[in-house]
């Protein structure tokens, strides 16, 4: 099974940018799409972004769309989001996670697992 350690959280000024690391290891990370998601402090867990295995095919939510980019490095073994431009309600801790069944849609976080811990991220205005 996939462990996953995201990094680069922070705080930040609205407008400014942050960087986002996903770390994959496990045999099993070949192969396989990531989705970030974000819950902010008495807010159910929602869909940020996600990528398909070959990273042909990415995913946003509409209050990202355009400020955030999803990305995939395989030989890493790592998943990024680049997120600018950002907001004081994108303060949420973000998780990254693996997707683990095509019975679900690419922006459900039932489709995904192997939840990693988390990292807050902090915007101010």
């Known amino acids: 099974q996939v462990q996953l350690v995201e990094s680069g959280g922070g705080l930040v000024q609205a407008g400014g940018s942050l960087r986002l690391s996903c770390a994959a290891s496990g045999p099993t990370f070949s192969g396989v799409g990531m989705g970030w998601f974000r819950q902010a402090p008495g807010k159910e867990r929602e869909f940020v972004a996600s990528?398909?295995?070959?990273?042909?095919?990415?995913y946003y939510a509409d209050s990202v769309k355009g400020r955030f980019t999803i990305s995939r490095d395989s030989a890493k073994n790592t998943v990024y989001l680049q997120m600018n431009s950002l907001r004081p309600e994108d303060t949420a801790v973000y998780y990254c996670?693996?997707?683990?069944?095509?019975?679900?849609?690419?922006?459900?976080?039932?489709?995904?697992?192997?939840w990693g811990q988390g990292t807050q991220v902090t915007v101010s205005s």
């Open positions: 996670a693996a997707r683990r069944s095509a019975f679900y849609t690419w922006t459900s976080a039932a489709g995904f697992g192997s």
């Open positions: 990528i398909t295995w070959t990273g042909t095919n990415t």
